[in-house]
Structures are given as structure tokens and as C-alpha cells.
Nanobody, 124 residues
């Protein structure tokens, strides 16, 4: 199984980026998916998740209204559209997948699979 993130880079404050997470080796549509981030010197934090056949989504307050998580099951790909980026959004962004969505999902504990991350830097 592989999860491979892409789309990170350097962007000015107020700009946009779209992250992708390409999955292989798993039944993609069966998994709950999430984005997490870790800024330098800080702990990993939950950003957003998308679960269920209806694609229910949830966001941490800090990104609500600015970020949009989505998935394309036909392409086995997870996305994170990030708009109105702020310097405090600077972090390595990781996608994660778990077959069983539980109360610990947003803690990032015991996830089945993680990607290796893509760096987002928001700076002028």
C-alpha cells in the first residue's frame, strides 16, 4: 500500500494550493481519509477528514471556510484545496487512511496507512 502526497510548495499569504494524495494497493473507497499537518517544532494536528458513502467532511476550526477536502474514488485520490493561506498554515501535510473510522481517527492514532508528506510554506 502506498499513499503519495503532492502539490506542496511555496506560496504567498492569501494564495492557494491544491494537495493530492494518490493511493495504491488498497480498496480506496472503503477507507476513511484524512489530512494532518505538522509544523516545525510542533505536534502533528488534524486538519480535515472525509468518511462514509456520502462523503461527510469535518474540519478543524482553524481551516474552516478556507480548506476543502474531497476524494475521487475512480482515481484513488484524495485532495485538499487550500485557499486564503496564512503563514500559520506552513507545515508538512500528510494524508492518512483507516478502514475503521473511530473516535481516535482525528487524533491520528492507529491509522492503517500514512503518506510521507508534502511541504507547504506560506511566506512573502
Amino acid at each position: 500500500v502506498q499513499l503519495v502526497e503532492s502539490g506542496g510548495g511555496l506560496v504567498q499569504p492569501g494564495g492557494s494550493l491544491r494537495l493530492s494524495c494518490a493511493a495504491s494497493g488498497l480498496t480506496f473507497r472503503s477507507y476513511a481519509l484524512g489530512w494532518f499537518r505538522q509544523a516545525p517544532g510542533k505536534e502533528r494536528e488534524f486538519v480535515a477528514d472525509i468518511v462514509g458513502s456520502g462523503g461527510q467532511t469535518y474540519y478543524v476550526d482553524a481551516v474552516k471556510g478556507r480548506f476543502t477536502i474531497s476524494r475521487d474514488n475512480a482515481k484513488n485520490t484524495l485532495y485538499l484545496q487550500m485557499n486564503s493561506l496564512k503563514p500559520e498554515d506552513t507545515a508538512n501535510y500528510y494524508c492518512a487512511a483507516d478502514l475503521h473510522y473511530t473516535s481516535s481517527f482525528r487524533k491520528g492514532d492507529d491509522m492503517d496507512y500514512w503518506g510521507k508528506g508534502t511541504l507547504v510554506t506560506v511566506s512573502s
